[in-house]
């Protein structure tokens, strides 16, 4: 086993010891719930940010539902983190709240199907081909999609909108809404904005999960 690649590495007792070996269950069953998760490697260690002074107070509102995120989750709470910004940390935030929700639970349950990553844009277009190839893992990911504890909806709004897109989208976050279950949206758009783009069901929808803007710079250019 690569120990350098193990996702529990900043927080594993027995990391680097004698017991990190291809043995550990834990490596294996942390393995499993990444790999369904769909979550984009890069983005399944830790990524350290440290905040421009415009968004310290929304770091800290990130970092407080980050800390409390299996209350959050149990009580079906939303985030919609936007910035007009692209490469600010809107998705890095994202994915450190589902680590954070993975790492407090993983030793008590079975996450396999309660974590999920999309790609709205990817997600939208294979639903559609839905209808010229029907693939039943498409399927299973629309009912993960549809019934999973913590979902991140990432980059919506970047999608082309059309009624087909517009209702997908709606059935999938009324479903989530009326369940209570919680969703987090990243986006360069506004709730507003969105709303303008994708329909005032959604927008609706979307405005009662608690907003975070972020207007720092593109990270990923310094």
Not at 35 to 40: H, I, V
């Amino acid at each position: 086993m690569n120990t350098k690649k193990c996702y529990a590495k900043n927080y594993c007792k027995m990391y680097s010891t004698s017991k990190c070996n291809e043995r550990c269950d834990f490596w294996w069953k942390l393995n499993n719930i990444y790999n369904k998760s769909n979550l984009p490697v890069r983005y399944r260690y830790d990524i350290p940010l440290r905040p421009e002074l415009s968004d310290r107070q929304s770091f800290t509102q990130l970092k407080g539902f980050m800390d409390n995120v299996v209350e959050r989750v149990e009580n079906g709470d939303s985030l919609y983190i936007y910035s007009g910004t692209t490469g600010n940390g809107k998705t890095t935030w994202s994915s450190k709240i589902m680590n954070m929700y993975i790492r407090k639970i993983v030793a008590k349950s079975d996450l396999e199907d309660e974590v999920l990553y999309l790609n709205v844009s990817l997600f939208v277009e294979a639903m559609r081909n839905q209808y010229s190839e029907y693939s039943d893992d498409i399927a299973t990911l629309k009912e993960r999609a549809m019934n999973c504890k913590l979902l991140i909806l990432d980059d919506i709004g970047a999608e082309r909108p059309s009624e087909y897109v517009c209702e997908r989208l709606y059935d999938l976050i009324n479903h989530r809404y009326t369940n209570m279950l919680s969703t987090i949206y990243t986006s360069n758009l506004t709730p507003i904005e969105l709303g303008d783009r994708l329909g005032a069901r959604i927008e609706s929808r979307v405005r009662s999960a608690e907003q975070v803007k972020l207007v720092g710079a593109d990270r990923r250019t310094v």
